[in-house]
């Protein structure tokens, strides 16, 4: 496919959802670029995390569409989203406590994706050199991810910070052509922060698009070009990081109310 650097990779058109009463997500319109790191910030319980969901299939709206690579996927579950190129992080490291690294890898791509992958390693006749190719593959990723030397460790013996960029690798073992990210650098220190930013640039240099979801403001500002501010599951305003800062309205929100406590600094920043 010859796609183009503005080419718009995915599209939503009027997406909502309700619960009950609470549209969480309501009428939203955005269009991620092929090849950009988009933002998606804004304050608590302001429907991110629902939007990702809608996103990769995980939930199914009651109202607008979703496009993908051109294509409708509104109705379409995270398994097929995964197959088409969309993939997100899970915290799935605790269901693979016991497993070494490089199993969680083989394992975890073929949950997320590899339908029939692993059934065609098995089955057919060259499946020793097909396992070793999609162990080096993992092996790639990892040390992509900064986990080389690990493949032989058990995961629940790796720190926090190394699950966390476990279950990126896992992602991109599933060879996407978009990443969601719902706050990644959740819990991590300033200088695994800057670390994690590091890594999401490779990843994006690599040519993932990636949608990043943030409730540190510097660091969404600091890797993305564009940023969609949500409240109230409503588009607030978009546009290039100094767009953001300068929007009073903005200020307003993220002043005007409570934002996560484990990033006090966010107050003075906004
Ligand atoms: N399955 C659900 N059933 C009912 N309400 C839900 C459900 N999921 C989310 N909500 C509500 O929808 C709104 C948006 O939630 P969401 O988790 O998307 O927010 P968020 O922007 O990700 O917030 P945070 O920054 O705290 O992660 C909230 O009011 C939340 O309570
Ligand atoms: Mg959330």
């Given at each position: 496919m010859d796609m183009t650097?503005?080419?718009?990779?995915l599209k939503t058109q009027g997406l909502g959802i309700q619960f009950g009463g609470l549209k969480a997500v309501d009428a939203l319109d955005i269009e991620v670029r092929k090849g950009e790191i988009f933002g998606l910030i804004g304050p608590n319980g302001a429907g991110k995390s629902t939007s990702f969901n809608l996103l990769s299939g995980a939930l199914t709206p009651t109202s607008g569409r979703v496009f993908f690579k051109g294509e409708d996927v509104t109705k379409l579950k995270p398994f097929d989203m995964a197959k088409r190129g969309l993939a997100r992080t899970f915290q799935l490291t605790n269901l693979f406590a016991g497993l070494t690294v490089i199993d969680t890898m083989l394992v975890g791509a073929h949950l997320h994706v590899k339908k029939g992958l692993l059934a065609s390693v098995f089955y057919t006749k060259g499946y020793r050199e097909e396992l070793d190719q999609l162990r080096d593959e993992a092996r790639r990723i990892l040390a992509t991810v900064g986990l080389a030397g690990t493949e032989q460790a058990s995961v629940d013996a790796l720190s926090f910070v190394q699950q966390r960029r476990l279950e990126i690798a896992m992602a991109i073992a599933t060879r996407p052509t978009m990443l969601l990210l719902d706050e990644p650098a959740a819990g991590l220190s300033p200088s695994e922060t800057a670390d994690l930013g590091v890594l999401i640039q490779t990843l994006n240099q690599q040519g993932i698009t990636i949608i990043l979801i943030e409730h540190n403001t510097r660091f969404v500002m600091k890797l993305c070009a564009r940023i969609c501010v949500l409240d109230y599951g409503r588009k607030y305003a978009e546009g290039s990081p100094e767009e953001i800062v300068a929007n009073p309205k903005v200020r307003e929100i993220y002043l005007g109310r409570d934002v996560k406590q484990d990033h006090p600094e966010e107050h003075a920043h906004a």
């Open positions: 650097p503005s080419e718009t990779l």
